[in-house]
């Protein structure tokens, strides 16, 4: 199984409840980021890039144990399809079952910057994270990437100055062959490998995101769920739905602690109103994409 994002939206905890379960062998590190950070570009088969990448994982120990599985949790894989979609299928040439899990964009963008601008944690944390936002307020961080957006081409529809969707053009251009475009070209210019102080807006824009995965594998392999269901319905419902997923039998895990959750203050209720107002349309497109229980998702 491959938990591909999004990222501060509980894929640690999922992860982790996963793991809790008899029939799943626990990968040699929680982020593999085998698909994009580690990905080998000096190796020079196939052969050699799926050993590298099986290297993350406990693989001959599982050839002999068919009825156990393993899996990798890389959130940063469900924003960088561009890359990550064709470097799995040459990999990983068996079926792999697909979840990721989603929270309102908003928080997740504030849980996002208070992450990544923190000094708490490991010296490797701390490091993966970036300094790019250190001097930055969040109001300065979203501003700068929905000019990298602009940029590109991937918000047409969004005024700059008014902070406002012109509808219209959004209905026009979201899911044309021009957005894909757009898309490709700000993922190639501003999603570097090694840090995670990129994408704040973008990453919360998930129909476009799932869209992209949805088309080079078959949507019965995914598995979308949503964190505030989770809090909601408890981890014992949620995780039944995951165990049906993987075709494991049901389980009742032992620690139903949330992973990698912290406090923080509110966002401003300026800031609150600009992301309603760019998110709304993208998040009713997930009814289109996902069913009607997504209708109102936030």
């Not at 002999?64 to 799995?88: A, K, N, Q």
């Not at 993922?187 to 919360?204: C, D, E, N, Q």
Request: proline share 4%.
């Amino acid at each position: 199984f491959m938990i591909i994002g999004a990222q501060k939206s509980g894929t640690t905890s999922i992860y982790e409840y996963l793991n809790q379960h008899p029939l799943v062998v626990q990968a040699k590190r929680r982020e593999t980021h085998c698909l994009d950070w580690r990905w080998r570009t000096d190796l020079n088969t196939k052969l050699e890039r799926r050993k590298h990448c099986l290297s993350f994982f406990h693989a001959k120990e599982l050839a002999r144990h068919p009825s156990c599985i393993t899996g990798d949790s890389t959130p940063s894989y469900l924003l960088d399809s561009f890359r990550c979609i064709p470097r799995l299928k040459e990999v990983f040439t068996h079926d792999i079952k697909f979840i990721a899990i989603l929270r309102d964009p908003i928080k997740r963008a504030k849980s996002h910057y208070e992450m990544v601008t923190s000094l708490d944690g490991t010296p490797e944390q701390i490091q993966n994270r970036g300094k790019e936002w250190l001097d930055l307020t969040i109001e300065q961080v979203i501003e700068l990437d929905f000019q990298h957006m602009n940029e590109c081409g991937l918000i047409p529809y969004w005024n700059l100055e008014s902070k406002t969707i012109d509808p219209s053009t959004f209905q026009a251009f979201v899911g044309s062959k021009e957005e894909d475009e757009a898309f490709t070209t700000y993922l190639r210019k501003y999603v570097p490998m090694g840090t995670g102080s990129h994408s704040i807006v973008t990453r919360g824009m998930y129909e476009l995101q799932l869209r992209q995965w949805f088309r080079a594998f078959n949507p019965d392999l995914f598995l979308v769920l949503k964190l505030e269901d989770m809090k909601h319905d408890g981890v014992y419902n949620t995780m039944k739905t995951v165990w049906a997923h993987l075709g494991l039998p049901e389980y009742e895990i032992q620690d139903e602690t949330a992973r990698n959750s912290r406090s923080y203050d509110e966002m401003n209720a300026e800031t609150i109103t600009v992301l309603q107002r760019f998110y709304q349309p993208h998040n009713k497109r997930l009814q289109s994409l996902l069913g009607n229980e997504w209708v109102k998702p936030w």
